[in-house]
C-alpha cells in the first residue's frame, strides 16, 4: 500500500499516532507544491561537477550515470541552493518564477 | 533511605515523593529520564539511589534540562521502552512542547508531577498552575488526595498508558510538599503483586525493531493532520472505559476503590464543593463539623481530570441547588480557574440546574483552612436559601 493510498483513509484506518509503516516512503509524498521559483539548467553550460547534487538538501537533483541531468520537481522547493552554489565561472542554474514559467 | 524490601504491608511510613520514587522502584521502568526540580526532587533523589544500589534495571539517563529530559522520554517510548519521569512547576513548563509530542506520538510514558506554583514571583510551594497549564497537552491527569493514592495512581498510570486503546502519556498529579513531604501511613503492594498487575509492555512499534522499520513524528500536513488529531482524541475518549475497568482490577486485586470521581457524604446535599487533590481532605472535616450541626453538605473530588468526567461529574451534582469548585489555579481569563469552567460547562442544559461558583483558593501554597472550606459551604446554603449569587468568580484565602 503506497503513502498516497493512505491519504485516502479515515482517522479510523489511519496508522496510530501517524507512524509511517512504509520505509523509504518520503519519496512517494509530494512537496514540490510549496515551490515559488523553479530551477531551469542550462546544459551547455553544465561541467557535470555535481556541486548541486551535494547542496542540494533535498534528492532534488537528478543524476544519471554520472551526469547531471535536470531536477526533481516533484521534491524540488525552490530554495535556489543549487543556483548560488554553481561555481561563478559556470552558473548553468538559473532560479525562474513559478508563475512564469507556467 | 530505601523502603525495605519485605512487603510491610499497611504499616509504612512514606512521604509522597517517596511512596512514588518506591512505586518506580517496583514498576521497574526501562528508561527514567528527568532533571531535579522542587518539590519533585526527592523523587528522583530517592529513584536514583535504587539506581546507584542495583534495585532496578532502569537505564538512567540525568539530563541537562527538563526539556531534554522529556525528550529523552519521548526517544525511549518510541523505541520501545516503558519510561518514566518526575517534575514539577518550571520543569514541567520547560518540558511544554514535548508533553505535546509524547501524546501526539501516542507514547504512554508516565510522568509525577509534584504541583508546584509558577513564576513570577518565584515560588516553590503548592498550587496547581503547572499541571492546569498542561492541561489541554493531550495528556491523562489524575489528581491525588494521599500518598496511598499517588503510589496506587502510579501503578495504575502504567496500566491505563499502555492500554493498546488508549496509548497516550499519563501524568500523575500530588500536592507539593503538602502530599510530597508529609509522611502518612499507607499500604504498599509487593514487587510480585505488582508486576502480576501492570504486565509485560509490549510497544505497537520500535525504532529498534531494524526488521519493521517505521518512522514517527513525519511532516502531516492538511492532507492528514486532522485525522491523527481526531485519533488522538478518540484515545482521550476510550481512556474513560480503561480508567475504570483498571480502577475496577486494581479494587479486586487490593481492595481499594478507584474511579473519576470521590463523592463525600452527597447523600442529600443541598450544597457541594467541588475540589482536587489534597485540600479535600480538609474539605472533608469541614463537611463533618457542618453535618454535625444538621447542614447538608457535600464534596465532590474528582480524580481524573483529564479525561473530564463530565457526565459522571454532572450527574453527582445535579441534585444540589448551590455548587462551589475551589480551583487552586487562577486561569487569569477573568472567568475563575479550570475546574471550575469545565464543572460549570458540565451541568449547562440540566434541568434544575444547581447555582454554580467559582473560587480561587491556595496559590503559592497559602494555607486552606477548615474554616476557609466552612465559610465556603456558609455562602453557598446562603445562595440556596436566597437564591442570590453576588459574585460568580472570586478568591478566598487571600489578603483584602
Redesign the interface.
Known sequence: MSEKEEKKKGWKDLPIGGVLLIPGSAHDYSTGGWRKFRPILDEEKCTDCKICWVMCPDSAVKVEDGKMVGFDLEHCKGCGICAVECPDKVKAITMVEEEENK | MAVEEKNTRCQVGLTGNSAVAYAMKQINPDVVAAYPITPSTGVMEEFSSYHADGKVDTELITVESEHSAMSACVGAAAAGARVMTATSSQGLALMWEVLYIAS????PIVLACVNRALSAPINIHCDHSDSMGARDSGWIQLYSETVQEAYDNMLQAVRIAEHPDV?LPVMICLDGFITSHAIENLCTLSDSEIKEFIGQYKP??SLLDTD?????????LQ??Y???K???S?AMDMAKDVILSVGKDFEDSFGREYGFLESYRMEGADVAIVILSSAAGTTKVAVDELRRSGKNVGLVRPRVFRPFPYKELSEELKGVKAVAVLDRVDSMSSFGGPLFVETRSAMYGLENAPAVIGRVFGLGGRDYRVADAVDVFELLLNIKDTGNVDKVVDYITVRE
Do not use: K, S, W
Request: aromatic share 4%.
Open positions: 501526539g506520538m501516542r507514547l496509548l505497537r512499534h519493521n522499520p517505521v518512522t514517527f513524528g513525519a511532516l502531516t492532507d492528514n486532522i485525522e491523527i481526531r485519533q488522538q478518540q
